[in-house]
């Protein structure tokens, strides 16, 4: 069963760089292959550091002379995958012996040209899964074990062997080598037999045995350049879907994201049609309210002038005309007294600066007080009489 994205996102420690690629691809390759499983693990370097990376370990289905076998491998990936390529190894069970040849050494390290000339995009999981089915198939990696000899112990890194991949081989990513756990995978059937692999001085063969796994293409005996095309095409092909879903998921997001900026610009286009309508309305009503007020100016400039005019000729009594009789009585009512008042105040004065006497000042102005008190009186029932307010 494939891990799924959330799983592998939690196992993949914050160090990968492009840990969304490396999921992907992880994803990719463990729903064809169903046997290479995730696994976090310590890789130790030549130089005898550790670390822990991630590692797929597993079989897969390789098609020898018309019969399914299941090749035990292990690839690590480094911190910068997918830039840099992946660790492979071969890794045999006790019953198996490691082959030597051009494209495996002695520790089980797997070389081949599509290691060596790894490039992102271009190269992945996938296609170097399908193109390690295709080599061994034409050399396997593992043969089966002498009943007479030995099991297979752990291996300890031996250096590169002589083959035409490692010239050009970069020493800082792809020198390093890898110490498996004792036994290798025990769980993956390995059967010996009379055919199968070919085998080396006193080596027993493997048999053929029911595939396992579902998820690597079947191949004929003889495999040629049509059939490497042709893997590799998929593989292309495989590349080229996920490149165009990328694609369509990163145009779909911006077209939806200019989608929103639209609405938000016809919005604000709108709203801004409301305020110039209403500016010009307030404008009109401002130019509308000059014109009245200009009117009334006018207006007053010329009553102004009128009375102007006419005040030389005009009485000043005749200047208040009250609109009834019973207003008329009060405005004179009012006017006599505050004429009273007046007098009393300036009798006081004449008192003080020595022209008349007290006693003159005392006959008139308690006089003059009897009479304002009268006033008073009439005023306030008149007032009270014309529905007005009381004054004192």
Not at 38 to 63: A, C, K, Q
Not at 70 to 91: M, R
Not at 256 to 275: F, V
């Amino acid at each position: 069963m494939a891990a799924s994205e959330s799983a592998l996102r939690k196992m993949l420690s914050k160090a990968y760089k492009y840990r969304d690629l490396t999921v992907r691809e992880i994803v990719n390759v463990t729903t064809a292959y169903k046997d290479l499983k995730p696994v976090m693990d310590n890789y130790v370097f030549n130089d005898g550091s550790s670390r822990e990376l991630m590692s797929l370990s597993g079989t897969v289905p390789v098609n020898y002379r018309g019969n399914v076998y299941n090749i035990p491998i292990c690839l690590w990936l480094l911190d910068t995958y997918p830039y840099n390529p992946p660790i492979c190894f071969v890794k045999p069970t006790s019953t198996m012996m490691i082959k030597i040849g051009k494209h495996v050494d002695a520790n089980g390290k797997i070389y081949l040209p599509y290691l060596h000339e790894w490039k992102h995009p271009q190269s992945d999981l996938f296609g170097l899964i399908q193109v390690m089915i295709v080599v061994f198939g034409e050399e396997p990696p593992v043969f089966s074990r002498p009943t007479n000899q030995t099991p297979y112990q752990s291996y300890q890194p031996a250096g590169p062997p002589a083959s035409s991949y490692m010239a050009n081989q970069p020493a800082s990513s792809f020198s390093q080598s890898h110490t498996p756990n004792t036994g290798g995978f025990q769980g993956y059937p390995y059967p010996a037999g009379s055919s199968g692999y070919p085998a080396t001085s006193g080596g027993a063969l493997y048999t053929p045995v029911t595939p396992t796994t579902t998820g690597g293409p079947s191949r004929d005996a003889t495999i040629g350049e049509d059939t490497i095309r042709a893997s590799l095409v998929s593989a292309v092909s495989d590349k080229l879907r996920w490149r165009m879903k990328e694609e369509m998921d990163r145009a779909q997001a911006e077209l939806d994201a200019l989608k929103r900026t639209e609405e938000d610009l016809k919005k604000g286009h709108q709203k801004l049609e409301e305020m110039v309508t209403k500016l010009d309305q307030e404008i009109a009503d401002v130019d509308k309210n000059i014109e009245l007020l200009k009117q009334k100016d006018e207006e007053l400039t010329a009553a102004l002038g009128k009375m102007e005019n006419q005040s030389e000729n005009n009485d000043i009594d005749d200047l208040i005309v009250p609109t009834a009789p019973l207003y008329r009585q009060i405005l004179n009512l009012y006017a006599e007294e505050n004429a009273i008042e007046d007098t009393i105040f300036y009798l006081g004065e004449a008192l003080r600066r020595g022209v008349i006497d007290l006693d003159v000042f005392l006959k008139h102005v308690r006089l003059l007080s009897r009479k304002q008190f009268q006033l008073r009186a009439l005023m306030q029932k008149a007032r009270k009489t014309a529905g007005l307010s009381d004054l004192y």
